[in-house]
């Protein structure tokens, strides 16, 4: 694993020759050695068809390749992170939250759609968030950011986890996502913060969920 947990909201990456780094504009705190940043006009490892994608969903994120020997030192606007290593499987996770990883993965683009229709179209309404979410697959780290910090929950065969949309922060594995009502208490009190849904997650994986209702 690249990343090194400095405190709950910096990160130290070891970038060493012959192997690239992205990371988002601006998330670079500090760096020790001979380092190099040049910004990525195509998105990473999705090319030109993952930067169309996020185009249209007008989710660009802008990224920076990070090459040469050294350490970097990440964090960005006080946010905490998180760091998920994957082993050949595949992270879900919106563009915005990616403070940086590995070069190895490879970056694609999913149309929420895909993943339980029209309700795939009205989780990104209800939580702010876009059609278009971010994949990274294969095996390499990736540090991620939330507010309030960060939870992993299992999600196993039989068991589904349901999470706040306005709290879900990302999710690997072979997992199935679908909206559901939830209408009760808190929004009877007219508390209003979007508990009328629940994220329901099935399958084989972990999500990982905000201690917040925050949008980065």
């Not at 939830?182 to 994220?199: I, N, T």
Request: proline share 3%; hydrophobic share 40%; glycine share 16%.
């Amino acid at each position: 694993m690249p990343f090194r947990e400095i405190n709950s909201k910096m990160v130290e990456a070891t970038v060493v020759p012959g192997q690239k780094m992205f990371s988002q504009r601006g998330a670079m705190l500090a760096y020790k050695g001979e380092v190099s940043f040049t910004p990525n006009i195509q998105g990473g490892q999705g090319g030109l068809a993952s930067m169309i994608g996020r185009r249209v969903a007008n989710e660009a994120t802008p990224l920076m390749t990070v090459e040469g020997s050294g350490t970097v030192m990440f964090g960005h606007g006080g946010h905490h992170i998180q760091v998920i290593q994957l082993t050949g499987d595949t992270l879900f996770v919106e563009a915005d939250r990616l403070l940086a990883f590995d070069g190895t993965l490879q970056q694609g683009t999913m149309f929420m759609g895909s993943q339980g229709g029209v309700m795939g179209m009205v989780r990104g309404q209800v939580t702010g968030q876009g059609l278009f979410t971010t994949t990274l697959k294969g095996h390499g780290a990736v540090a991620v950011m939330a507010h309030g910090g960060v939870i992993e929950l299992p999600i196993t065969p039989g068991r589904a986890v349901h999470v706040d949309p306005q709290a879900y922060v990302a999710h690997h594995g072979d997992v199935r996502n679908k909206l559901s009502t939830a209408l009760g208490w808190r929004d009877m009190v007219g508390r209003g913060s979007g508990e009328a849904f629940q994220l329901e997650l099935s399958g084989s994986g972990a999500v990982y969920v905000q201690a917040s209702e925050e949008k980065l």
